[in-house]
């Protein structure tokens, strides 16, 4: 069974940083993605960064330059690193993992619909 948990949310003001941190368990998918996505009130949830098995990120452009997606597989645990934080990036983040993806597919989705599992998520809040 997938678990996905995420941590290291928060109240932060614009300009400065956070990391979040997920937690997967029980992923053995050789052709998945993981990924970090955001849900603000009363907008669509919007894929932020992804990675797959290889290393090969994508980013939505609206965080690119500012946020790093990265994964330790020793410790199970994929990291979103966010510098220089807008007030535009309050949302809540969620951490998703897709199943094994089509052999034609050469770079990881950015829609939600791609992916099966998905963690609680943590709330960031940037204020201005």
């Known amino acids: 069974q997938v678990q996905l948990v995420e941590s290291g949310g928060g109240s932060v003001q614009a300009g400065r940083g956070l990391r979040l941190s997920c937690v997967v368990s029980?992923?053995?998918?050789?052709?998945?993605?993981l990924g970090w996505f955001r849900q603000a009130p009363g907008k669509e949830r919007e894929g932020v960064a992804t990675?797959?098995?290889?290393?090969?990120?994508n980013y939505v452009d609206s965080v690119k330059g500012r946020f790093s997606i990265s994964q330790d597989n020793a410790k199970n645990t994929l990291y979103l690193q966010m510098n220089s934080l807008k007030p535009e990036d309050t949302a809540m983040y969620y951490c998703?993992?897709?199943?094994?993806?089509?052999?034609?597919?050469?770079?990881?989705?950015?829609?939600?619909?791609?992916?099966?599992?998905w963690g609680q998520g943590t709330q960031v809040t940037v204020s201005s």
């Open positions: 990675i797959d098995t290889g290393g090969s990120t």
């Open positions: 998703a993992a897709t199943r094994n993806l089509a052999w034609w597919v050469r770079q990881c989705p950015m829609s939600s619909a791609e992916f099966t599992y």
């Open positions: 029980g992923y053995a998918y050789s052709r998945g993605c």
